[in-house]
């Protein structure tokens, strides 16, 4: 059983990736335009669901039991997976918002902190997973 969970957070961990790779070159693009902070939003979204999935999956695979993103973030914060609890779960507040923007003030808002305070973080995190998943 303990094999197929590491097996199942690899195989997430390659779709976390090329998401990843995606939000990487987003942020990086100056003076976007609509249609950018639009596949900004998108990128971050899907990133960040990814990251806390494979965040389970890789727990699963030691052992522990998470069910929801918030225990997810907890407990990879209680071992030191990622830094900043806080603002992990900022991030998840905020990815929940993005499914409702509707103004320019609360994406340019969003995208700010995506690109200043989240992309830092699943960066962060997926350094950590990759160094992991290149350990075997």
Request: proline share 1%; aromatic share 14%; no cysteine.
């Amino acid at each position: 059983m303990k094999q197929n969970k590491q097996i199942r957070w690899k195989q997430r961990f390659q779709n976390f990736e090329k998401t990843f790779q995606l939000l990487e070159r987003t942020v990086q693009i100056k003076n976007k335009s609509e249609a950018e902070l639009g596949g900004l939003i998108q990128f971050y979204e899907i990133a960040f669901e990814l990251s806390w999935k494979t965040m389970k999956d890789y727990l699963e695979a030691l052992g522990f039991t998470v069910k929801s993103p918030r225990s997810t973030i907890k407990q990879a914060f209680q071992i030191n997976i990622i830094k900043n609890g806080h603002l992990w779960i900022d991030a998840l507040d905020d990815r929940n918002t993005t499914t409702h923007i509707y103004d320019e003030e609360t994406i340019f808002n969003i995208s700010k902190k995506i690109s200043e305070k989240y992309y830092p973080a699943i960066k962060e995190l997926y350094f950590f997973l990759k160094s992991e998943n290149e350990k075997e």
